[in-house]
């Protein structure tokens, strides 16, 4: 079964302008993380938070997490239309005590982003 | 350096056949989880493979099986297909290593069960 879901489960900006999207979950994590996927292909990671942080920036990508309504968001700011993809977050919840990591993934049903040129 | 390497691309198969899927994970990794995303859906986890054994399975019937090789190689065993079974079948590999935890996806086989 599906951890979360996202929200919205599509979107359609232009070019230029920023693009947020936001992914709820279930239950207690150790981390999540957000991954892109092009036209059905593999999945290309993007960014990790871990449950102890609380907002984290990668180039274009700022990712927020508030554990205690357990969501979180994806900022995409200045789009371009390469980023046109569905974006998935996974959360891994290895749990307290859990000493092995790349625990299994527990993916959300994506939003599929759409940039118009 | 290779990333996530799988095969075959796409695949056709008959209700009540059998089919193998193969994953090479990336170099260095020794962990190597499979994932089943249906159309429309987010991937849903398989089953994961550590050391040659199953370390961690998912909520999916026993016609769902699979292998490590000494080489951290894995393959993925469906018998028995249905319709349901039509997939894009993802591999990931990871390692115990790693505290970044990021895993590293292949591009899928598409399986499509006629």
């Known amino acids: 079964s599906q951890q979360g879901e996202e929200d919205p489960q599509a979107l359609s900006i232009q070019e230029g302008e920023n693009a947020t999207m936001n992914c709820s979950y279930k239950?207690?994590?150790?981390?999540l993380q957000w991954y892109r996927q092009n036209s059905g292909r593999g999945l290309v990671h993007l960014i990790l938070?871990?449950?102890?942080?609380r907002e984290k920036h990668s180039g274009r990508l700022r990712v927020t997490l508030d554990t205690s309504k357990k969501s979180s968001s994806l900022l995409i700011t200045a789009s371009r239309a390469a980023d046109t993809a569905s974006y998935f977050c996974a959360t891994d919840a290895g749990g307290e005590g859990s000493n092995f990591g790349n625990e299994k993934l527990t993916f959300g049903t994506g939003t599929r982003l759409t940039i118009i040129p | 350096d290779a990333g996530v390497t799988q095969s075959p691309t796409h695949l056709i198969k008959t209700r009540g056949q059998q089919v193998t899927l193969r994953c090479s994970p990336k170099?260095?990794?020794?962990?190597v989880s499979w994932y089943q995303q249906a159309l429309g859906q987010g991937p849903q986890f398989i089953f994961q493979y550590y050391e040659e054994e199953e370390r961690q399975r998912g909520n999916f019937p026993d016609r769902f099986s699979g292998h490590q090789f000494p080489n951290y190689s894995s393959e993925l065993n469906v018998n028995a297909l249905l319709l349901g079974d039509s997939a894009l079948y993802l591999c990931a590999s990871s390692t115990t290593w790693d505290t970044l935890y990021e895993q590293y996806f292949g591009p899928g086989t598409r399986l499509t069960v006629t």
């Open positions: 170099s260095g990794h020794d962990t």
């Open positions: 938070i871990r449950s102890n942080e």
């Open positions: 239950t207690s994590i150790n981390n």
